[in-house]
Every structure is written in C-alpha cells, then in structure tokens.
C-alpha cells in the first residue's frame, strides 16, 4: 500500500526539542522531494520544509529557518524534521507529504506537536 | 513567504454550483507556476483534489472543476452534495521555491 506515516509528535515545553519522522511505502522513495506541512489548531495548511532526492537542496519557510532541520534516509525510506528552539506558535499537527510536480500528491495522517509549559 | 487569498467561506444548496476563487501575486500564480487544489474533510488529512491548474487525479468525480487566469485561479463545484461539505485549500510555489497555501474556504452545504 502507497503510504506516509508520521510519528513523534508530542508535549514539549517552549525551548526544547522534538524529532518528527516520516515512514513511506509502496512507492520509490528516493526518486521524490519530501515536505512537511503543518496546521494549527483551527487555522489554515503551511509549507514548512522539503528536501530534494539526494539532500542536496532543502527549502525552509522564513518562520523555522535556523531552527528546523529537514533530512532524509533514503536506504530506510523515512524523512524527518528535528525541530529546535520550540516556540508556542509552532503548535500544530504536522504532516509528511510526497512533492509531486509542485504539488502534494500523498499525505500521512499527521502527527500532533504542542508546544506548552 | 506571501499566502494566496480565499474567501472564508461559500455555501449553497444541495444541486447548486458553487465557486472558490484563489488570488496570488505576480511572484506565485503570476509567474510559471501551476495552481493546485486540496480538500480536507473534517478530522483528515488533506487529498489532493485538482493538480497543475485543471486536472483532476483519478477518482475525483468531474463535479469538481478548476481554473487559472493571471495571477487568479478558482475551484468549481457543480451539483453541490452534502459529502463534499469540507475545507479546500489552494496550493502555488512562490518564486524563491517555498510553497504556498491558500487561506482556505470552508463550504457548507445548506
């Protein structure tokens, strides 16, 4: 089955740190650009990051740069986002999506991140 | 990055046709790059509902129908069904290739 599965999302207190990961399958993944997506409680999609196939270009939206890193093991077919410095307003649920041709053609379930002390 | 513009919300009867549109600026839908679309029921994920201005993916019913004109697209809904009462979202790149959402537009059918 052609999927996206999220995982490690959870409770962290302003200032820490979480690692989010992406498990594909039924599909090749090293030959696809990767996002990750987020949304706030009640609030609208943002981009956040993609990465290219080889890790080469990764993008980052004005918000996390500096904070979040974007990577990707393409021999155990997972990306991730380790996300830094964790402010209240990164609060969301956070999903992993296949960049088709400039579009998100597969999406994981999502994973919910809140940021609280 | 800059946001696309939708409208809040639209609604109709069952039957009815309904439309979204999605504004951008000359350095997203204005320039090369494609307008496509999501829809996200309540409590999932986003599906991808209509990809590079007009095409719909296989499975997605041609109730659905979308354009692109300038810096301004818009989604299409004909004959208005109570499942298709969700969000919808539309998606651009911007020039410096961060990717960028529509506000979205909650459609209630009546």
């Known amino acids: 089955e052609v999927q996206l599965v999220e995982s490690g999302g959870g409770l962290v207190q302003p200032g820490g740190s979480l690692r989010l990961s992406c498990a594909a399958s039924g599909f090749t993944f090293s030959i696809y650009w990767m996002t990750w997506i987020r949304q706030a409680p009640g609030k609208g999609l943002e981009w956040v990051a993609n990465i290219n196939p080889d890790e080469i270009k990764r993008d980052y939206v004005d918000s996390v740069k500096g904070r979040f890193t974007i990577s990707r093991d393409n021999a155990k077919n997972l990306v991730y986002l380790q996300m830094n410095s964790l402010r209240d307003e990164d609060t969301a649920v956070y999903y992993c999506?296949?960049?088709?041709?400039?579009?998100?053609?597969?999406w994981g379930q999502g994973t919910r991140v809140t940021v609280s002390s | 990055q800059s946001v696309l513009t939708q409208p809040p919300s639209v609604s109709g009867a069952p039957g009815q046709r309904v439309t979204i549109s999605c504004t951008g600026v000359?350095?997203?839908?204005?320039?090369?790059?494609?307008v496509h679309w999501y829809q996200q029921l309540p409590g999932t994920a986003p599906k991808l509902l209509i990809y590079?201005?007009?095409i719909r993916p296989s499975g997605v019913p041609d109730r659905f129908s979308a354009s692109k004109s300038g810096a301004s697209a818009s989604l299409a809904i004909s004959g208005l069904q109570a499942e298709d009462e969700a969000d919808y979202y539309c998606q651009s790149y911007d020039s410096n290739f961060s990717g960028v959402f529509g506000t979205g537009t909650k459609v209630t059918v009546l």
């Open positions: 999506a296949r960049a088709g041709h400039y579009n998100f053609d597969l």
């Open positions: 590079s201005n007009n």
């Open positions: 000359s350095s997203n839908i204005g320039s090369l790059y494609d």
